[in-house]
T-cell receptor, first 112, second 115 residues
Framework: GQQLNQSPQSMFIQEGEDVSMNCTSSSIFNTWLWYKQDPGEGPVLLIALYKAGELTSNGRLTAQFGITRKDSFLNISASIPSDVGIYFCAGSSAGTASKLTFGTGTRLQVTL | EAQVTQNPRYLITVTGKKLTVTCSQNMNHEYMSWYRQDPGLGLRQIYYSMNVEVTDKGDVPEGYKVSRKEKRNFPLILESPSPNQTSLYFC??????????????FGPGTRLTVT
């Protein structure tokens, strides 16, 4: 099946720092979604991207749909302790709109 | 409150003993899906359903069954569980809106251990 590579796998940052993570696909995707998962809970949708080149913000979060349609990026500005969790990218390609492929996740830990 | 619920949240069972994990949503969503989450592998789709009586295989359907007799419920059935089905399972649902893919909303998860 399709592969989504997400990096970094984990990161420690200090409170107040900006965070960047990305996701790359082995094939073209038509849509990218970014989710966050807190411990013991299900993933929660953060941002959805539907068009190549699209840049969308949700508070301190900004995500971009790469021009090549094979990658996406998520940035978190001025991180705070509640940003701790696992961030997943997910996407689908043409013809598989009803199926989401997920990345392996980026574990974010914030130190005070 | 709009939500996806799963039961049980935790289950320990033995190899070969049939079990069902229930999933229910109160948002009148047409689309529902099951995923399993394993360390280092992210979430992988098991089965999904576009509407009542319409189900299809995801990426890892072997060893699982589903049914969709009512819009709100989408149970996951393991007829003969094996240890390699030990995992964290999530149910998700969404509207079949005009935008693809559907923006799925997840339940709290069911942690299954098969010994």
């Amino acid at each position: 099946g399709q592969q989504l590579n997400q990096s970094p796998q984990s990161m420690f940052i200090q409170e107040g720092e900006d965070v960047s993570m990305n996701c790359t696909s082995s094939s073209i995707f038509n849509t990218w979604l970014w989710y966050k998962q807190d411990p013991g809970e299900g993933p929660v949708l953060l941002i959805a991207l539907y068009k190549a080149g699209e840049l969308t913000s949700n508070g301190r979060l900004t995500a971009q749909f790469g021009i090549t349609r094979k990658d996406s990026f998520l940035n978190i500005s001025a991180s705070i302790p509640s940003d701790v969790g696992i961030y997943f990218c997910a996407g689908s390609s043409a013809g598989t709109a009803s199926k989401l492929t997920f990345g392996t996740g980026t574990r974010l830990q914030v130190t005070l | 409150e709009a939500q996806v619920t799963q039961n049980p949240r935790y289950l320990i069972t033995v190899t070969g003993k049939k079990l069902t994990v229930t999933c229910s949503q109160n948002m009148n969503h047409e689309y529902m899906s099951w995923y399993r989450q394993d360390p280092g592998l992210g979430l992988r789709q098991i089965y999904y359903s576009m509407n009542v009586e319409v189900t299809d295989k995801g990426d890892v359907p072997e060893g699982y069954k589903v049914s969709r007799k009512e819009k709100r419920n989408f149970p996951l059935i393991l007829e003969s569980p094996s240890p390699n089905q030990t995992s964290l399972y999530f149910c998700a649902s969404s509207l079949k809106s005009g935008r693809f893919p559907y923006e799925q909303y997840f339940g709290p998860g069911t942690r299954l251990t098969v010994t």
